[in-house]
């Protein structure tokens, strides 16, 4: 079994691009007004479609603002901007951030919902980074970090 490459500068650095353009086309297709197919005879299937677009829109939009504050944090940290203590305490992602509502998925459109899979894809290979990724002087959680977490794995479900 190998053994996961450490992170780096240049892996966080090429992430943190990738966030950016992600992070655009999230921006494009959720600040674009939604129209509801005119086809459509009941005008609540039109509200519930927008009602989906704007909480998938807001959960993706967090979702990568949570990305590209952790790849910042991490970039910080390398560039010798915050220490290693500042970016254990902060520099956390939240197991949180990739749910997405199955039943306003099925309201959307496929782009959209591809969109919104992709963002899922990368906040997950993030996920998968920082629990490969150990600091050096692995410290033990502090009681907050162990209620931070338990707080997390309850919300996450």
Partial sequence: M?????????????LYREALLLSDDV?????LPYQAPQQSPHP??????????????LRTTTRMMHAIAWLLHHRSYFMGEISELQLRRNG???????QSDAR???LLEPSV??????????????L?????????????????????????????G
């Fill in 2 to 14: 190998s053994t996961p490459s450490p992170i780096n500068p240049r892996i966080v650095e090429a």
């Fill in 27 to 31: 921006r494009h297709t959720f600040a």
């Fill in 44 to 57: 609540i299937e039109g509200d519930l479609a927008r009602v989906a677009l704007s909480s998938e829109g």
């Fill in 92 to 98: 956390r992602l939240s197991a949180v951030m990739r």
């Fill in 104 to 106: 306003h998925l099925a």
């Fill in 113 to 126: 919902v591809a969109l919104v899979e992709t963002t899922r894809r990368f906040y997950d290979r993030l």
């Fill in 128 to 156: 998968r980074l920082e629990a490969s990724w150990k600091l050096t002087g692995d410290s033990p959680a502090s009681a907050i970090q162990q209620l931070r977490e338990r707080i997390e794995r309850r919300l996450a």
